[in-house]
């Protein structure tokens, strides 16, 4: 289930505006990869191309390639709409759909891929995928109430349920806890690192902590000024980025002497 | 900076209510120009009462002796002329809904989510410019232009789907009407009066659709139109309800283009391609006041008063259809 | 800012003031407060010659004449200022009776409450009808290559209530040998709106057809037959538009169109101005309030020679005496100046109306001579 990516010099436009510039890198099957850098880097930019998210923007466009177990993601051939049925995302701030109930959230990706499925299977995909997100305790009893009607780390737990709902290869976060509160984040931690074992986790943070916490590799992404492409610095085991890097601007940038 | 601020500080006392006046003085204006609404309401409703009172509580039979269209020797009161009347409002008022309502978000939701941008901006201003076309305008051209175009569809119509009541023939004649003036054409016209008014207001309601509900379908492997009806309709739901009242609105109170358009009569018939079955309140009021004598004059104010009621009862029913699932309305 | 918003603040409240003020306006409007005012401002002026503002209302059959009537009068008298507005027939005998307007023009002459309430508007003397516009009903219809067609009334009538419904029927062939009919459906066009038009024309229709037309005359059409016009104009965009039609509208309007020539004795007559006239003519005295009081009662079933009985006379009501000395030299003078040989003559130029008899011209005229003031208040 899990799949390995491959990026093969990707640069990355806005129209005619270059956002990222020549990123390769590779991340691991079953595993955590953070991106960490400063702010405009480019590390949610580039985040959102492995499942073409940065379409969603007109004139957003790639060059390179990008190839999930070898297969290229930007083929001609390829559908966005299906790349993104295999890799899935959970965003900066949560995002439950506010009309629809808790098990709705959960089902509502399901419902996209394969239409009609029996109550009694869509009500054991709920229960395992809410366990599967650490929330099934908290809202058993509720399910039928508003996915507005959580807390904040609560409904960042029901999209990530939502997510791994379509039981997506690869599972993309983008700053997945920046809008909760400690407590909140340490559990969607602790998620993550149950959730490696099944899925390959790309996570985009600025805390690098975090990134210290939860990931095996970080890759550095750092711009060099205003209207400058973002570019990737270096990409290592999480240890030998944050004790050892090969590079100046990332120990500048992880001891807090950036800028 | 910090210096600066201390000096503020310094300079203005905690117990200071700047600009109280103008702060006390706006309060008062927004609470005035609340109330005048309410006052303005009250106004009109009592306005109505008391001039349709001699009409609404006369027993004696006098009124319908008085008031020429009022025929009682065909067993008609004015209750029975105002039902008739209200059978006609809703529904030409109706199909026109069912007609511009579908149509209306289709506009919208092209400006919205699927125009180019700047198509979408040049289209945005036309439909705006459309909404701006006094009504006598789409009645004239409608009478005019649209109806000789439309009746041998009509006749097309009775031919193939007669068997459907809605489309009947007339049954003497055994056609449809030979002019088009019937109730489908006021509808059409009423529709293309108020696709601008609701397509305004949902295109708006759909561009405040939250970047994040639009992504949220989009990740999952939502289509476009998937990530529509995810995420923009149940958002724009209640937007969508208030924009068809609001063109709900204008039709029932409609008036030029049904005067100019409908070949008119009083009935229950829901034959709406024969002439001479409806009619609408508006209209019928605008036809007969010139002609009224006093007890006319009350008799037809009556009929305001019944449309005045039915669109607050229209506007209530939205109101209620919108807060009945509040809860899940994500306004929170 | 502070600026802005205190000028925006001033402006909301006169805003505001002006709401207040419409709505208290609307809702306090008395027409007879209206009519004082106007009054007031006449009493100031002197007498003697003809000056200020005289308003009228009523009918808009009456409005085209009026227009034409308004223009050349007040050329002759540049100080006097008349208005006509032309709200209906109701509602002009409303006005004049509230007191808002001076005069009013009416298709139809008082009824027996209106003159009961005219003595409280004009004093014990009352109001008056007199005869001013007279003009034909034309019955047109829309059928390609014929130009006119012999009716008698029932078969209009039967037209008109459905009994005849194609072109071919034998009921008309029957009166109009060597004119080939189509075979095709009559669709019958009547006035959506109440009109002075529809009474008259459904009064010839009751009362000449033999009961062929079973309901009363009515200003409101009586039957859910056929298609429906708002106003003259209305009716004839779609005579002129739909093969097949057939319906009545004024005459100076019915150009272009095929006409219906009815059955009076044992001629037929297309509808003309002088038809209308004689027909007028031969109407019976129905007046009440004396014998200035020149309504009558049209005899649909005449067989005067050339006469047209498918027509309409307008009136206009006044009171036989005026409060206000400069009301009653305006009203009086430009009344005579319309039912005078001259204004008839311009009427049936501008308005294709019929212009009346000279010697009932000279007694509307004589009547309105003696119209005055009542000095007593």
């Known amino acids: ?259 | 900076m910090t210096t600066t601020d201390k000096r503020v500080a310094e300079e203005v006392p905690l117990t200071a209510h700047r600009r109280s006046l103008t702060n006390v003085g706006f309060e008062w204006l927004s609470t005035g120009a609340a109330a005048l609404i309410l006052v303005l309401l009250a106004a009109v409703a009592a306005f109505l009462l008391t001039e349709a009172w001699p009409a609404i509580t006369d027993t004696s039979g006098e009124l319908a002796d008085k008031v020429s269209w009022i025929k009682p020797e065909d067993g008609e009161s004015l209750l029975q002329v105002v039902g008739y009347l209200i059978f006609g409002t809703l529904l030409i008022s109706a199909i026109a809904l069912l007609i511009a309502t579908p149509l209306s978000i289709g506009i919208a939701l092209f400006i919205s989510h699927y125009a180019p941008r700047r198509l979408a901006a040049g289209l945005g201003y036309l439909i705006d410019l459309l909404a701006a076309i006094p009504s006598v305008v789409y009645g004239l051209w409608g009478a005019i232009v649209l109806i000789p175009v439309l009746q041998p569809f009509y006749a097309w119509l009775a031919t193939y789907f007669g068997w459907i009541p809605l489309f009947a023939p007339d049954p003497t004649t055994g056609v449809v009407s030979p002019t088009g003036r019937v109730a489908l054409s006021a509808a059409l016209v009423l529709a293309i009066m108020i696709i601008p008014i609701i397509t305004a207001v949902t295109r708006e309601v759909f561009l405040q659709t939250p970047k994040l509900h639009e992504e949220a379908a989009l990740a999952m492997g939502a289509t476009r139109w998937e990530m529509i009806r995810m995420a923009v309709f149940p958002f724009g739901r209640s937007g969508i309800v208030g924009a068809t009242m609001l063109g709900l609105g204008r039709a029932l109170g409609e008036t030029m283009a049904v005067y100019m358009i409908l070949s008119v009569g009083l009935s229950t018939s829901f034959a709406i391609l024969q002439s001479g079955n409806h009619n609408t309140i508006a209209a019928y009021i605008a036809s007969q006041f010139p002609e009224a004598n006093m007890q006319g004059v009350s008799a037809l104010i009556a009929m305001g008063l019944a449309l005045f009621i039915i669109t607050l009862l229209v506007n209530m029913l939205a109101r209620w259809i919108v807060s009945r699932r509040s809860e899940f309305s994500g306004a929170n | 800012m502070n600026l802005a918003l205190r000028s925006g603040a001033v402006a909301s409240a006169a805003a505001l003031t002006l709401l207040l003020s419409a709505c208290s306006a609307s809702n306090e409007a008395d027409p007879t407060t209206e009519a004082a005012t106007t009054t007031d401002a006449a009493t100031s002026a002197p007498a003697t010659t003809l000056s200020g503002e005289l308003n009228g209302a009523g009918a808009s059959t009456q409005d085209t004449a009026m227009q034409a009537w308004r223009a050349a009068f007040q050329e002759q008298n540049p100080d006097l200022t008349i208005n006509y507005d032309p709200v209906g027939s109701g509602g002009g005998r409303t006005a004049f009776l509230d007191g808002s307007v001076a005069w009013a023009g009416s298709d139809a002459a008082l009824s027996e409450d209106e003159y009961a309430l005219a003595v409280d508007r004009c004093g014990a003397d009352g109001a008056i009808n007199l005869p001013m516009y007279i003009s034909a009903i034309a019955i047109a219809f829309n059928l390609e290559g014929i130009d006119t067609l012999n009716m008698d009334a029932a078969t209009v009538a039967n037209i008109f209530d459905g009994k005849i419904t194609m072109w071919n029927d034998a009921a008309i062939a029957a009166q109009n040998e060597g004119v080939e009919l189509p075979a095709t459906a009559i669709t019958i066009v009547h006035r959506s709106d109440e009109s002075g038009t529809t009474k008259n024309f459904t009064d010839y229709l009751a009362k000449a057809s033999d009961g062929a037309w079973p309901y009363d005359a009515s200003g409101d059409w009586a039957n859910s037959l056929g298609e429906s016009g708002q106003g003259t104009s209305g009716v004839k965009q779609i005579l002129t538009d739909t093969p097949g039609t057939i319906g009545y509208l004024d005459s100076s309007q019915a150009g272009g169109l095929g006409a219906v020539a009815v059955k009076v004795g044992d001629e037929y007559v297309v509808h003309s101005a002088e038809g209308a006239a004689a027909a007028f003519d031969a109407a019976a005295p129905a007046g009440v309030n004396g014998d200035n009081d020149l309504a009558f009662k049209i005899d649909r079933t005449t067989s005067a020679a050339g006469a047209y009985p498918v027509m309409l006379a307008s009136y206009v009501i006044v009171c036989q005496t005026y409060d206000d000395a400069e009301v009653a030299a305006n009203v009086t003078s430009f009344l005579e100046y319309t039912a005078s040989a001259e204004g008839q003559t311009l009427a049936a130029e501008q308005a294709g109306s019929a212009p009346m008899s000279p010697a009932l011209s000279e007694k509307v005229v004589a009547i309105l001579e003696g119209i005055a003031a009542n000095s007593g208040v």
């Not at chain 1, 590390?43 to 999930?68: C, D, Q, W, Y």
């Not at chain 1, 992404?221 to 890097?245: H, Q, R, V, W, Y």
């Not at chain 1, 590079?247 to 807090?256: F, K, Q």
């Open chain 1, 1 to 259: 289930m899990a799949k390995r990516i491959d990026v093969n010099n990707l640069n990355v436009y806005y129209g005619s505006f270059l956002a990222v510039e020549d990123v390769s890198l590779s991340i691991e099957p079953k595993s955590v990869t953070a991106f960490i850098g400063p702010s405009g880097c480019g590390k949610s930019t580039f985040l959102r191309t492995l499942n073409r998210m940065h379409e969603v923007i007109p004139g957003a466009r790639v060059e390179g390639e990008v190839l999930m177990d070898g297969t290229n993601l930007y083929d001609s051939n390829v559908d966005p709409v299906a790349v993104r049925r295999h890799v899935g995302m959970v965003f900066q701030r949560p995002n439950p759909f506010p009309t629809m109930s808790i098990a709705e959230n959960v089902l509502a990706g399901v419902k996209l891929n394969n239409g009609r499925m029996s109550k009694g299977d869509g009500e054991d995909l709920v229960e395992q995928s809410l366990r599967g997100a650490n929330l099934w305790d908290e809202v058993k009893d509720r399910l039928d109430k508003p996915g507005s009607s959580l807390s904040g780390g609560q409904q960042q737990r029901l999209c990530i349920a939502r997510a791994i709902a379509i039981k997506p290869d690869v599972l993309l976060m983008d700053e997945p806890c920046s809008a909760l509160d400690p407590i909140s984040t340490l559990a969607i931690e602790d998620l993550i690192q149950e959730l490696k074992t099944d899925y390959t986790i790309v996570i985009v943070t600025h805390n690098m902590q975090q990134a210290a916490r939860v990931s095996e590799k970080t890759a550095f992404f750092n711009i060099a000024g205003t209207g400058k492409p973002g570019k990737l610095i270096e990409m290592d085991d999480t240890t030998t980025i944050f004790s050892a890097p090969s590079e100046r601007a990332t120990e500048d940038y992880i001891s807090g002497r950036f800028g």
